[in-house]
């Protein structure tokens, strides 16, 4: 606490200043309110307490429990040495880091936030004729992203990702339930209101109570493939999914490979990198085999009666290549579209103009589905939000 003990006044100042800059690189917010914050609490405090100092600074710099992590790590690096963002290979090589055999989430962010701010190139000078060029994202940048592993993305990688995420608001057509709300314009009369509302009057009805069916959007649930045929499309498709479980009640996500695994409350947590941490805890079987037709056997025996209630639409997002070939696949998909009002299938094989359903499962699959969609890029998750926004079809039951 060299740091702290030895810069009272306007070099605490200071460094309490770069500590925020610092948490706001990291992904931390951290404003001006919590810098001042943070200076009133140190002076209620012993500075000379290390503990006392954390307690106080995370107490009134952080407002989430999913960023105390972040914080944790910054507060080690930064008030150990203020000067160690100078040399941020020997910041990775500290105990807090190196005692480790995985480093923790965020860890890689909070590397870059300390590393020195490069100062920014000059534009080069145009040519007299050169036509206008799109800088706002290129191909190559979005491909970087899609086929990134999900644990090796950095700060500014993140922050990419998800704001060409954040664009594809969904906004599921919503569907009128079993339930009702009083409204003095609905179309139908509430009786058992009207006789409530009459016994503050004596028992007489002097006005009917009105009411109107609730609509809410239907439950989303999630399908995912996570084999080694297609891992590098499942990284992207979780960002998705974490943004739209963050954004919306009733989404329900599920992985399968050899295995399945329910990660709805893991990708509930606000932090994606966290999220992703916390998935991969309990995933073990990523990049591995695949088992299509089993673990969608298993869906429908232990989760299909909690999370398909309500007409619920599901996303089963695989290639179809099943390593088991078409054992029970038929039976499993037929059951699955059952018990749903809408049953989409997201293969990324159709990018391919080409394509044909050679393979055993794909046959065995495509017969009881009612979209069959390809989901390779950006460009095919906005058309997938767009299809699951519009008005839907009713579907004819096979006679």
């Known amino acids: 606490m060299a740091g702290l003990v030895s810069a009272p006044g306007a070099a605490l100042a200071a460094n309490i200043l770069a500590f925020g800059r610092l948490l706001r690189r990291a992904g931390v917010p951290v404003g001006s ?11 209620l405090v012993d500075i000379g307490d290390r503990r006392q100092v954390h307690a106080a600074l995370r107490a009134v710099m952080v407002r989430r429990r999913e960023h105390f992590p972040v914080f944790d790590q910054a507060f080690l690096l930064f008030w150990r040495d203020p000067e160690a963002g100078r040399n941020a290979a020997a910041m990775a090589l500290m105990d807090g880091m190196k005692e480790q055999a995985k480093p923790p989430p965020g860890s890689r962010r909070l590397a870059e936030a300390m590393a020195p701010q490069r100062p920014p190139r000059p534009p080069p000078q145009p040519p007299e004729e050169r036509p206008p060029v799109d800088v706002a994202m290129t191909v190559s940048e979005r491909e970087r992203l899609q086929t990134m592993d999900f644990e090796a993305m950095s700060a500014a990688e993140i922050a990419a990702a998800k704001s060409e995420i954040r664009k594809l608001v969904l906004s599921l057509d919503a569907r009128p339930t079993r339930r009702f709300r009083p409204d003095p314009l609905g179309p139908s009369v509430d009786l058992r209101g009207t006789i409530r509302a009459s016994l503050h009057q004596g028992g007489e009805i002097l006005s009917l109570e009105r009411r109107r069916r609730v609509t809410r959007p239907p439950p989303l649930v999630a399908l995912c493939d996570i084999s080694g045929s ?11 999914l974490h943004a739209v479980t963050n954004d919306r009640d009733r989404v329900h996500s599920f992985l399968f490979g050899t295995r399945l695994t329910n990660v709805t409350r893991q990708l509930r947590h606000r932090d994606a990198e966290v999220a992703f941490e916390l998935v991969s805890h309990i995933v073990p079987d990523w990049s ?15 989760w299909s009666r909690r999370v398909l209630g309500q007409g619920a639409v599901v996303l089963l997002i695989t290639d179809g290549l099943d390593r088991e070939g078409a054992k029970g696949l038929a039976e499993a998909t037929a059951r699955l579209r059952r018990s749903c009002r809408r049953l989409m299938w997201l293969n990324p094989l159709l990018r391919y103009a080409g394509f044909q359903p050679r393979s055993q499962g794909i046959r065995a699959m495509l017969p009881h589905v009612d979209e069959f969609r390809p989901v390779h890029n950006l460009e095919s998750l906005r058309a997938l939000v767009a299809t699951l926004s519009g008005p839907q079809q009713v579907r004819r039951m096979a006679a």
């Open 33 to 43: 309110t919590e810098g001042l914050a943070a200076m009133e609490a140190l002076s």
């Open 230 to 240: 297609m891992s590098r499309y499942a990284q992207v498709l979780l960002h998705f």
């Open 288 to 302: 591995g085999g695949t088992r299509i037709g089993e673990s969608l056997e298993l869906f429908n025996k232990q």
